[in-house]
């Protein structure tokens, strides 16, 4: 039987990965750009090694950088790299612990000299303290900068606080003194909103942000603190419009053309009703990626996340310490491995490897046992500047 579909089988991105910085992609990157792809900045967890930077991760898309997490040392990871720090525009924090938000504030103040004051804002989200972590920062250093920004902030329920009170951590929503106060407004701060949760089913679920081109979801993950994991989805394209097959239904040229490549249905002036279908190539579908906080359980990111491309998953400990692992509130390559299954991805990246990994320097050990637990060989051990390309769908026929 032929059956048209897009996730009738797995496809390895990896053929294409290229690690380095920036002397070494240079001219892959100006030549085979596709409109979306994964640049890892860091992997450490913890802290940083002398071979690994902490959390930060890129994503490129068309004429824009958006940039997830910003570990102790992003700036510079970033000046290695090819990714231009005035292209970014929005940064996504998955948690407030250190090794994923203390590169930020000297990262906004590198971005801030590498872009004109009149420069669209730059939007950061993350959880609940974000703004008061960052006020606190610049206000009690005396740093300014000249970078508007605004901070939308991710607001948990109080049933949210199941996903984190085993570790009876305080956390600024749920806290009441300092730590919740609000700080003044920072010179070029705008406002920004903050994101309730979607209601209903899906109530661990936030709706970030929509573009016309793409969406953005995050899912609470369980954590020692309120930590999150980004669904960063392109939306679907409609098709190419048949001008020869729109002359034959007599369809004038102008507004009703554009309704219809927007993939709305238009009546014209004889009654007739055209469906976007009737003039329409076959669209393509989007990308999808999942790149994921530290988390010892991801389930609320199952149904945002299904079928993605690539999921990056965090691999703190080896399989010895999965115990250690578990109760810490993150995860072993088995672990990661999993719940790549489950989210039918199409390929995993391992990243955030505790310090002690470079002493065990066994990570073929982690493709193994990822590989096991996902029932596919697409798994990498990501690497400093690990580039992965996520190349266009389309709708292909494939035997099955
Ligand atoms: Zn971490
Ligand atoms: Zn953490």
């Known amino acids: 039987m032929i059956r048209h579909g897009l996730f009738c089988r797995r496809f390895s991105l990896f053929k294409d990965v290229v690690v380095g910085t920036r002397d070494l992609l240079s001219s892959y990157s100006s030549g085979n750009f596709d409109g979306f792809e994964v640049v890892i900045l860091g992997t450490s967890g913890a802290v940083p090694t ?71 804002r730059v939007e950061i989200y993350g959880p609940s303290g974000l703004r008061a972590f960052l006020r606190s920062v610049f ?71 929509e573009t016309p081109q793409y969406r953005v979801s995050a899912g ?4 020692r603190v309120p930590c999150f994991g980004f669904v960063f989805e392109e939306k679907e394209q409609f098709g190419a419009l048949n001008v020869k097959r729109c002359a034959d239904l007599g369809i004038p040229t102008g507004p009703l053309l554009r309704e219809l490549k927007q993939g709305r249905a238009v009546s014209l002036a004889n009654g007739s009703v055209i469906a976007p279908n009737d003039v329409l190539g076959p669209s393509r579908p989007g990308r999808k990626v999942v790149l994921l906080g530290d988390t010892s359980n991801s389930d609320s990111i199952l149904d945002i996340g299904k079928n993605c491309d690539l999921l990056v998953h965090e691999c703190t400990l080896p399989r010895s310490l999965a115990s250690e692992a578990f109760a810490r509130g993150h995860s072993t390559a088995a672990m990661a491995g999993w719940f ?46 690990t580039h992965v390309p996520i190349p266009r769908k389309y709708s292909f026929p494939c035997l099955s």
């Open 139 to 209: 206000s009690l250093s005396s740093t300014s900068f000249e970078l508007a920004f605004s901070v939308n902030e991710l607001v948990l329920r109080e049933s949210h606080y199941d996903y984190f009170k085993q570790w009876n951590t305080p956390h600024p929503q749920f806290a009441s003194g300092p730590l919740a106060s609000a700080r003044p407004f920072l010179p070029h701060e705008l406002h920004g909103t903050d994101i309730s949760c979607s209601d209903g089913k899906s109530s661990h679920v936030w709706n970030v942000l």
């Open 220 to 223: 609470l993950l369980q954590h």
């Open 50 to 120: 002398p071979n690994r930077g902490v959390s930060s991760t890129a994503i490129r898309l068309e004429g824009e950088i958006w940039l997830v997490d910003a570990g102790e040392g992003t700036q510079l990871q970033i000046q290695k790299s090819f990714i231009s720090a005035s292209k970014i525009s929005k940064i996504f924090v998955t948690h407030l612990h250190g090794d994923h938000i203390f590169g930020l504030p000297g990262l906004l103040c590198h971005m801030a000299a590498s872009r004109s004051p009149s420069a669209p």
């Open 340 to 385: 790549a299954r489950m989210l039918n991805a199409s390929n995993l990246v391992l990243s955030h490897f505790s310090p002690r990994f470079d002493a065990l320097r066994d990570y073929q050990l982690l493709v193994q046992d990822a590989s096991a637990a996902f029932g596919s060989k697409n798994v990498l051990v990501a690497q400093d500047f």
